[in-house]
């Protein structure tokens, strides 16, 4: 799912928290809520069984997060 022109969002792609913890997210899904809202649903890459709902735009804020690995889909 395309949110700028820039940068795509699935399923499958690996961000790091940009504070001290550095924990590595991996995004599960993308939806959109009844209102329209974008939210991902993410796991921490070390620990699955935490899971964390964002906004979109917080995890394409470049001050929070930075993508570091593609979705094995997003490649090719």
Aim: glycine content about 8%; proline content about 1%; overall charge positive.
């Amino acid at each position: 799912m395309f949110f700028d022109r820039k940068q795509e969002v699935t399923a499958g792609q690996r961000y790091r928290k940009l504070d001290r913890t550095g924990y590595v997210f991996e995004v599960i899904s993308v939806r959109t809520d009844p209102l329209g809202a974008v939210h991902v649903q993410m796991r921490r890459h070390d620990e699955h069984s935490t899971r964390r709902t964002l906004s979109v735009s917080v995890l394409l804020d470049g001050n929070e997060f930075e993508l570091i690995q593609e979705s094995a889909a997003g490649k090719g």
